[in-house]
């Protein structure tokens, strides 16, 4: 996506340039209340047709979850989890809508070498600009939550944009817009949270003692939230993150290294490399850590 | 529905049982999640698979397939048993003080009046005791040992929680969990809905399963109530539409019903369908029966009827039997049916046993199919590898294929589950050569007409007689059918009491059926649709959604049948005196001179309290039937039989009567009893059912859809897959009696096996989606698997009920 007249523009990809900081615009948030999905898939029909994106038709792995895994083409994706709650002696079929989480503190946008690739607008959403995408798969290696993809056909990276260009003319993303049970709501991040806590309040009530806010502070807060009926446990939902932050290589690349970064010379030839490693690495392995998941889980 | 969507917010308690709301009807379901969020409301599922709907639910119950009469059974005696009854409501509002014939008795599960070599009731033994005025005999102390209730109390207490859980594989604590969920609604402020659907329909004895769900929610005293009644979720779009317009073969519009092939008099045709009140100053509306019929004759034949020919009677076919898709298949394959008109519908994939429906087509000299879609019945003829192993050489079935517009590509009104004509404009043009559907019927019928007229033939006159003054005659437009339904004045109506006063003039339309009259003076294509397009305009077409009592009743959105009443026997949402039984929820309810309140009264305006007026006024009661003396062909209280095909050897029930194994009222045919399977070879209980990502076998042709849910699969439970060496994503044939097919195995914790007396049965769960058209990964038809055999009164078939074995493909 590339800049939004609408949208101002508060961090852009290895670029020092100031942002603009006139206009007062709203932190927004999506908010997506686990325990009302009933896993329809409504909201990644929305996707593809809103963003003109589909995958192949696929194959069925023995599994609800269809495409199994986020691709350049599929921005969210549906995770069943059957778990067996032997504390309250009862199934749940927990049902997580996965794609980007758009940080606060985004570890794509710090790991992303190419001005302007990545940026992220005032209002909190995190954007790729293709264009501007060298595909040296940087943004997958500081994603804490494997979200961005790289494009075999162009080889750019993709993922869910929040529909940004819906919010900036004022629109709720596609997603919210078609969910029919509104287990997925879009406003302030202020009024997410407080609707979020009359859900948990309603859940604590149904005897999901641990309901909560997934909000996690390890990326600075993110402007897509889960309430989850089990919050001290995130990682039963297919695998959610615990505790997420930024890997420690991206950290060490944008503290230490930053300097260096400016050396356009040295970048590449490190771009290069890494671009071999990172994304000959993610074709092989992509799979494999979900699939050892589902065994633990299922 | 007896009440509608928007109205399940009002519910305390939602029990979703024979049907997965959040899985089929998802946009339906956003009502549950609201009655959640903002009504404190609990939902409870009972279902044979952990659902979609149980996901979301507060607590779940599983239960064997086909075992639902038992289930409810229990909760009826759990009900009486435990004093969790709404006695007011059912004194006032039920049959449960009417006094039965003392012919009527249950034997071993047979009702009195069987015939086995038919396999029919004669159900003149299960008849109220009559006085001297014709008016049926009650005991208000309801201490009678012939009396409803008592015979209620007395039929139930055989399902004790024991039996029910032996036969439903329900375990006892969650047996009795569901109960005290669903007893907590006896409260006359507490009120529980149930949303059932085809999970309840698809049953040898669908209809009495409901049946007992209806009479669960009349012990509890829910009907008529906001956030209450009995709540069928309609599947395909406009499937209410269909069965309003009597598109069954044994209908008129409006549920008035065709002549049998014995009455051939006018008089007695009439007479048996316009019924005399059972008890004293009750509505009795279908004693309006022949204003509807003779209305219904002047749409339809306009001056050609006419009183001396008995408004065209003669033109009505009379049945000799009942013509549904069984009896269809069943008279092709014996080569008695050679031509047919597959009107948007899939039969070869939505019908059972999918060998007979082959063999049915094949045998046919023509075939037409109109659909928007390339269906599978359409190329029944072609080979698609194991998909559809057949030969084309051997059939010679001329096959016609008209492409129609979909329902986006065209104006006109739906009706919704909850009854709710709403008119839609078309979003497109349709592609290529497609027509609308009655764009197609209208050429058909101008140019059969034109050969009738040219040629003559048996008997010309209902086609040449017909009323057909479209503007277009091969076009006519959605708007001049809506207003044929609604009706109009034929010549000015005026007013019985003063013939000065004109209330209507010759060709307006009519303001509602109230204004319908037996003499030939109006005409009406569908009588409960009368009000839908009044001389004010197209009542469907309204789109102002306010809620003046914050309730969901928006009077002003769209139109609902009938008289734009939204929930049906909402008098009863009142007490006897008139007083709403929970004024936070009130509906309709006396004012001191007439009903008012939120929705249109279901009862004459001015009836006081006082003249004992029964609310469920198209009774000729009054009152709801918690014993049906007439109207149902399996007996007259819900009884548990097993499905025709059981992993179970004996019916727990009536274990020493074979005889009531299955339902002994079903119709089989020849040859399909022989193509049922046993427990011994088949030893899994199978059932069929839908998915959110997909709706029926449409959206396999479409990309979206085929992306997210791509490929056939069936599940299964994990230890039913250890035992046979299969892992999540491994390939698995399952064989039926009738044929096989081979799809992907999700192997699952939602599935688990049930102890049912002893026997641990397994569930298969099989959905449909799939075929050999589309875009979606090519698959076998669920249908090949099923048994051809239906509900003993609606013929609806048995998809949710049979047996399977299942191995590593």
Redesign the interface.
């Known amino acids: 996506m590339a800049s939004l007249q609408s949208l101002d523009i508060k961090q852009r990809s290895a670029t020092t340039t100031s942002s603009p900081s006139v206009r007062r615009q709203t932190e927004v948030s999506k908010l997506i209340d686990v325990?009302?999905c009933?896993?329809?898939?409504?909201c990644?029909?929305a996707c593809?047709?809103w963003n003109d994106i589909?995958?192949?038709?696929?194959?069925?792995?023995?599994?609800?979850d269809?495409?199994p895994n986020l691709t350049e083409n599929?921005w969210t994706v549906m995770r069943f989890t059957?778990y067996?709650n032997t504390e309250a002696n009862?199934?749940?079929?927990?049902?997580r809508k996965d794609g980007c989480m758009h940080c606060a503190d985004p570890g794509c946008l710090k790991a992303c070498p190419s001005p302007g690739a990545i940026v992220q607008y005032s209002n909190g959403i995190v954007d790729f600009v293709q264009e501007n995408c060298i595909g040296c798969g940087y943004c997958v290696a500081g994603c804490p939550f494997d979200v961005p993809r790289i494009s075999r056909k162009d080889n750019k990276a993709y993922k869910c944009t929040l529909c940004s260009d819906r919010v900036a003319v004022g629109l709720e993303p596609a997603c919210v817009k078609t969910c029919?049970?509104?287990?997925i709501t879009f406003g302030s991040k202020e009024d997410m949270i407080e609707h979020g806590q009359e859900?948990i309040v309603?859940l604590k009530?149904?005897g999901f003692q641990n309901a909560g806010l997934y909000d996690p502070p390890g990326v600075g807060g993110t402007h897509v939230m889960y309430v989850l009926q089990h919050a001290d446990r995130p990682e039963i939902y297919h695998g959610l993150p615990n505790d997420p932050s930024i890997s420690p290589t991206v950290s060490l690349w944008k503290g230490a290294f930053k300097p260096l970064a400016l050396l356009a010379m040295g970048m590449t030839a490190l771009g290069g490399f890494f671009h071999y490693i990172k994304v000959g690495r993610y074709d092989v392995d992509a799979h494999a850590p979900d699939e050892e998941h589902e065994e633990e889980v299922? | 529905m007896t009440n509608h969507w928007s109205d399940i917010k009002n519910t305390d308690l939602v029990l979703i049982m024979g049907g997965n709301a959040?899985?089929a009807h998802?946009?339906g379901?956003?009502w549950v999640?609201?009655a959640?969020?903002h009504n404190?409301a609990k939902l409870v599922v009972v279902d044979p698979r952990?659902t979609?709907?149980?996901?979301?639910s507060?607590y779940?119950a599983p239960i064997r397939t086909g075992t639902d009469i038992a289930f409810l059974g229990g909760v009826i005696n759990y009900l009486i048993s435990n004093d969790k009854i709404q006695h007011e409501y059912v004194k006032h509002y039920t049959n449960a003080t009417f006094i039965i014939n003392e012919k009527f008795e249950l034997n071993e599960g047979i009702f009195s009046g069987y015939d086995e070599t038919k396999r029919r009731y004669d159900p003149s033994s299960w008849g109220y005791e009559l006085d001297h005025d014709g008016y049926a005999k009650v005991d208000e102390t309801m201490q009678h040992p012939r009396c409803v209730y008592q015979i209620l109390k007395k039929h139930y207490s055989r399902y004790t929680p024991e039996l029910v859980s032996q036969i439903c594989g329900t375990p006892q604590d969650a047996f009795l969990k569901v109960c005290e969920h669903i007893s907590s609604t006896a409260a006359p402020n507490r009120v529980m809905t149930i949303m059932y659907a085809l999970g309840w329909t698809q049953h040898s004895q669908g209809s009495q399963m409901i049946r007992t769900g209806a009479m669960v929610q009349l012990l509890l005293g829910n009907i008529g109530l906001p956030g209450g009644g009995m709540n069928a979720l309609r599947g395909h779009s406009n499937i209410q539409g269909l069965t309003d317009l009597g598109l069954l073969s044994n209908l008129l519009t409006g549920y008035m019903t065709l002549p049998g092939e014995k009455e051939q008099d006018y008089e007695k045709y009439v007479a048996a369908r316009t019924l005399k009140p059972l008890r004293p100053n009750q509505v009795n509306y279908w004693q309006n029966f022949p204003k509807f019929q003779v209305s219904l004759m002047k749409a339809w034949y306009g001056k050609a009827a006419t009183k001396e020919n008995n408004w065209a009677f003669e033109y009505l076919p009379k049945l000799d039997k009942q013509y549904d898709v069984l009896q269809a298949f069943e008279l092709m394959g014996q080569g008695k049916m050679n031509g047919y008109i597959c009107q948007g519908f899939n039969p070869l994939a939505s019908f059972p046993n999918k060998a007979k429906i082959i063999h049915g087509l094949s045998k046919l000299k023509f075939l037409v199919t109109m659909d928007p879609l390339a269906t599978e019945t359409s190329e029944f003829w072609k080979n698609f590898g194991p998909y559809n192993d057949v030969d084309p050489a051997k059939i010679q079935t001329e096959v016609f294929r008209l492409p129609t517009t979909c329902f986006a590509e065209e104006d006109g009104s739906i009706v919704n589950s909850g009854r709710w004509l709403q008119w839609h404009w078309k979003g497109a043009e349709g592609p290529g050569e497609a027509l609308t559907d009655p764009e197609i019927m209208a050429e058909l019928f101008v140019r059969l007409r034109a050969l009738y007229a040219k040629d003559g033939g048996a008997f010309p006159d209902p086609i040449m007689n017909l009323e057909w003054s479209y503007r277009i005659p091969t076009e006519p437009s959605p708007e001049e059918l809506a207003k044929e339904y609604n009706g109009r004045a034929l010549v000015d109506l005026t007013d019985p009491k003063d013939p000065t006063k004109v209330l209507l003039k010759a060709g307006e339309q009519v303001p509602g059926f109230a204004m319908l009259r037996d003499d030939g003076s109006t005409a009406c294509g569908c009588w409960i649709f009368a009000g839908c397009w009044t001389q004010a305009g197209n009542q469907m077409a309204r789109r102002d959604n306010s809620d003046p009592y914050g309730i969901g009743q928006t009077l002003n959105w769209a139109w609902s049948w009938p008289a734009n009443r939204r929930v049906l026997y909402n008098r009863a949402s009142s007490d006897a005196a008139g007083k709403p039984w929970n004024p936070h929820h009130k509906l309709v309810f006396w004012t001191g001179d007439k009903w008012g309140g939120s929705d249109v009264p279901d009862m004459p305006p001015t009836a006081a309290p006082d003249q004992n007026v029964g609310p469920f006024i198209m009774n000729a009661e009054g009152v709801a039937r918690l014993f049906a003396p007439t109207g149902l062909a399996d007996g007259p209280l819900p009884e548990h039989y097993e499905p025709f095909e059981s992993p179970v050897p004996v019916n727990l029930m009536n274990p020493k009567n074979p005889k009531a194994f299955s339902n002994p009222a079903a119709r089989v045919f020849k040859g399909d009893m022989e193509a049922f399977g046993t427990s011994k070879d088949f030893p899994y209980a199978a059932t069929t059912y839908r998915l959110?990502?997909h709706f029926h076998y449409w959206t396999k042709h479409v990309?979206?859809?085929?992306?997210?849910?791509?490929?056939?699969?069936v599940e299964i439970g994990e230890e039913l897959a250890k035992e046979k060496g299969v892992?999540?994503?491994?390939k698995v044939k399952v064989r039926s009696n009738r044929g096989e097919i081979i799809a992907?195995?999700?192997?699952?914790?939602?599935i688990k096996p049930l102890d049912c007396g002893g026997v641990k049965v397994h569930h298969v769960g099989i959905p449909i989606h799939w075929g050999f058209k589309g875009?979606?990964?090519m698959g076998y038809l669920a249908n090949t698997l099923t048994p051809f055999v239906g509900d003993a009164n609606t013929q609806t078939p048995e998809f949710k009920s049979f047996v399977v074995n299942i191995e590593k493909a």
């Not at chain 2, 990309?703 to 699969?713: G, H, K, N, S």
């Open positions: 325990s009302k009933i896993g329809c898939k409504a990644q029909v593809m047709e589909r995958d192949e038709v696929g194959v069925n792995v023995g599994v609800y269809n495409p599929s059957e067996e009862r199934l749940e079929w927990l049902i029919p049970t509104g287990a859900r309603d009530e149904r299922r | 959040a899985e998802p946009c379901f956003k999640t609201e959640k969020a404190k952990f979609r709907s149980a996901a979301m507060d779940y959110t990502e990309d979206v859809c085929a992306i997210i849910q791509p490929q056939q699969f892992k999540a994503g491994d992907v195995a999700v192997v699952t914790k939602r875009v979606a990964r």
